[in-house]
């Protein structure tokens, strides 16, 4: 197994070898070749995903981005997804993509943008209940993990200075794993009205979650977790004896991990503690409308209130030219962090994940400071702006980062210069990879990144809703 940021720079060389570079049996517009499996090798076919991806191709002008659209929004059903009935009740399996196990964070983005099609597709309905069912397991097996194995196999960290089990692909704690399912389960039962999966198991995970986040508020000490690495890698162990950097418990939650799986220099993750804000509502909605149980929901309600005030009242900070705006991290002493993540939580995805508008002005003053020069992990290339990360090194730009922006803007041409970057960032490969060489997108590292490329589908299903005459522009540079 090869680790995820270990995996080479240029990395499309792996292609072939793990699943795509398929033969180029069908050819489309000017010559360019579907790069989906044949059809008899795909994991899961979703009749109202194929209608989606047939319509929107036909408003695209850009033929290699309609190229790009079709062979990137179907990646995860294409690819990752191993679906199945066990006990009665449908279980989906979700890789990451290169790495064969399943993020809670990337599973739920994975599917993510079908969700809107699961009325017209029992099928399709089915499939994501069966993250859901799978993501309630992982949940009842570790809280503090972020990512599983499909059976009790082991993985390559099972020698990690933390409470390892033999299901547990990798445990690092990251408030975002644990959000990220009751987004998918909570938006699931609003689209699809189907409460079979927010059954006692899933209220069990439920308590479990409230519990954990009680527990890393760390009222009462440092708390059960601590996670330390044998590894040249600064980011990828924790200090102070794998309980991070110190607090003061303000009522904020400690994410030991970024959703980068970076581990965070001051423990309270901001733009995390927001999505957990958001997430603690959904719970409390789900308690009092499906379980009719008003005291949990309560006390859902009561600590997203309790982490909002605090995120007021210390996450609140003066940018020393840009103004006041949100912190990336901060610790409850007065210590902040102005960087940005490009994984999702971020700063810059404040208002995707619904904990403020975008004409929020501590917003668009955080927004400013990412897309700029005062950020250390912002790059201008050849080939466009974008944000990178420690995670993958200098003068590498995160795709995602570009379509987040796109996702977070109602300005037209911001969305349509986003757009062209992406178009032309691709290495030529007709998919989103995790970052590139901002002069050289031929040279990008992770060639099969599932929720990168599902995550650019959702963007040109967005466009074609709400802007489809971007869809008739030509982008290529």
């Known amino acids: 197994m090869v680790a995820r940021r270990d995996f080479i720079r240029n990395s499309s060389l792996l292609a072939g070898a793990i699943g795509l570079g398929f033969p180029k049996q069908v050819l489309g517009w000017d010559g360019y070749a579907s790069q989906r499996p044949p059809l008899a090798q795909r994991k899961f076919t979703s009749q109202a995903v194929e209608k989606a991806i047939t319509s929107i191709k036909k408003q695209i002008a850009d033929p290699k981005l309609a190229w790009m659209f079709e062979n990137c929004f179907p990646n995860t059903l294409d690819t990752t997804v191993n679906h199945k009935t066990i006990d009665g009740r449908p279980d989906t399996f979700v890789l990451t993509g290169d790495i064969h196990a399943m993020w809670l964070r990337d599973s739920s983005a994975q599917v993510w943008p079908y969700l809107p099609l699961v009325k017209e597709d029992n099928a399709l309905q089915q499939l994501i209940a069966g993250v859901i069912n799978r993501q ?227 917003y668009q003053t955080a927004r400013r400071f990412v897309w700029s020069t005062f950020h250390p992990w912002f790059y201008q290339g050849k080939y466009g702006d974008g944000v990178g990360s420690p995670h993958t090194g200098v003068d590498y730009i995160w795709p995602m980062s570009i379509i987040m922006k796109a996702l977070t803007t109602q300005n037209k041409e911001e969305i349509a210069e986003c757009i062209r970057t992406i178009r032309n960032t691709d290495g030529d490969k007709g998919f989103i990879h995790e970052s590139y060489q901002k002069d050289d997108p031929t040279k990008f590292t992770r060639p099969w990144f599932s929720w990168a490329n599902t995550l650019f589908g959702e963007l040109i299903m967005k466009v074609s809703q709400e802007y489809p005459e971007l869809l008739k522009r030509q982008y290529s540079l």
Not at 148 to 167: A, L, Y
Not at 168 to 177: A, M, T, Y
Not at 206 to 230: C, H, M, N, W
Not at 291 to 317: G, P, S
């Open 136 to 362: 309630t397991k992982c949940i009842l097996i570790d809280p503090y993990a972020n990512a599983f194995n499909e059976g009790p196999t082991g993985s390559e960290w099972d020698k990690d200075i933390t409470d390892m089990k033999p299901e547990l692909h990798e445990r690092k704690w990251e408030i975002d794993s644990l959000c990220y399912t009751v987004r998918l389960a909570y938006h699931y039962w609003k689209i699809s009205g189907d409460t079979k999966v927010l059954d006692d198991s899933y209220r069990k995970s439920s308590a479990l979650i409230v519990k954990t986040f009680k527990e890393q508020q760390r009222k009462d000490g440092k708390g059960p977790y601590k996670f330390q690495r044998v590894t040249p890698v600064q980011s990828d162990t924790v200090a102070n004896s794998g309980y991070g950097a110190p607090i003061s418990p303000v009522g904020l939650i400690v994410s030991t991990f970024r959703p980068s799986d970076d581990a965070t220099v001051f423990p309270f993750l901001i733009p995390s503690n927001m999505f957990a804000v958001v997430s603690l509502r959904q719970l409390a909605e789900i308690s009092n409308t499906v379980w009719k149980d008003a005291a949990f929901a309560k006390e859902c309600t009561d600590l997203a209130n309790e982490v909002d005030r605090a995120i007021k009242a210390y996450a609140v900070v003066e940018h020393p030219q840009l103004g006041h705006m949100y912190a990336f991290e901060v610790d409850g002493f007065g210590n902040r962090l102005f960087i940005d993540d490009t994984n999702v939580p971020s700063l810059l995805s404040i208002p995707y994940l619904g904990y403020t508008t975008a004409d929020d002005p501590l």
